[in-house]
């Protein structure tokens, strides 16, 4: 089993950035890739970004290429979501995931079945 637990969640104005963190615990070993998913109020969970082991795919939605950077720290088991220019619509539950499966194609980390384990998630409140 792996545990994941998200933090850095807040309420910001509109422009502004929250930094989200994801520490993993557990069969961590087991896992190929991190991804992070939010979910809005009456809508489906969407995907937000990704990041393999070795960090050589790293897909982003097209909603936030260019604002929000991922990344890893292997030593800490933990990856983080960096958000910038934040506006309204970014509002929603920012949830961690964890896959086992290695894909050769980028659209495969972006599905949420494709990941085993999750966190509790986070809420992100953007503010206009």
């Known amino acids: 089993q792996v545990q994941l637990v998200e933090s850095g969640g807040g309420l910001v104005q509109a422009g502004g950035s929250l930094k989200l963190s994801c520490v993993a615990s557990?069969?961590?070993?087991?896992?190929?890739?991190r991804g992070w998913f939010r979910q809005a109020p009456g809508k489906n969970r969407e995907f937000v970004a990704a990041i393999t082991l070795t960090g050589g795919s790293t897909p982003y939605a097209d909603s936030v290429k260019g604002r929000f950077a991922i990344s890893r720290d292997g030593a800490k088991n933990t990856v983080y979501l960096e958000m910038n220019s934040l506006k309204p619509e970014d509002t929603a539950v920012y949830y961690c995931?964890?896959?086992?499966?290695?894909?050769?194609?980028?659209?495969?980390?972006?599905?949420?079945?494709?990941?085993?384990?999750w966190g509790q998630g986070t809420q992100v409140t953007v503010s206009s």
């Open positions: 995931a964890a896959g086992t499966q290695v894909y050769y194609e980028d659209y495969y980390y972006t599905v949420p079945e494709n990941y085993n384990y």
């Open positions: 557990g069969r961590t070993f087991s896992t190929f890739a």
